[in-house]
Nanobody
Framework: QVRFVESGGGLVQPGGSLKLSCVAS????????MAWYRQVRGGERRMIAV???????NYFDSAQGRFIISRDSGSNTAYLQMNGLKPEDTAVYYC?????????WGQGTQVTVYS
């Protein structure tokens, strides 16, 4: 069963940076549009950045201007460079294809921004 595996989260002070990585547990399907999502405690999981197979990107919420989504060409590996982190960015970050497949959700990676 394919799952996405996220890594790169951690503790960081406001204004700091982190780079998240995401890889499919099995390389059994062709490259798809991929997205990063985040879920704050008690909230819904929301998409914050998306990248097409050709590399076209789009950003949502406060990710615009601070986060950069990228991917390895020809694979379902994606990255999220997060700069200028704020306490409100504290959340669990997940990746998936877009539209997401419920069965592909991984454990996510926790990002905590504290002062």
């Amino acid at each position: 069963q394919v799952r996405f595996v996220e890594s790169g989260g951690g503790l960081v002070q406001p204004g700091g940076s982190l780079k998240l990585s995401c890889v499919a547990s099995e390389n059994t399907f062709s490259p798809r549009t991929m997205a990063w999502y985040r879920q704050v405690r008690g909230g819904e999981r929301r998409m914050i950045a998306v990248i097409s197979v050709s590399g076209t990107t789009n950003y949502f919420d406060s990710a615009q201007g601070r986060f950069i989504i990228s991917r390895d060409s020809g694979s379902n590996t994606a990255y999220l460079q997060m700069n200028g982190l704020k306490p409100e960015d504290t959340a669990v970050y997940y990746c998936n294809i877009h539209p997401f497949r419920r069965e592909y959700w991984g454990q996510g990676t926790q990002v905590t921004v504290y002062s």
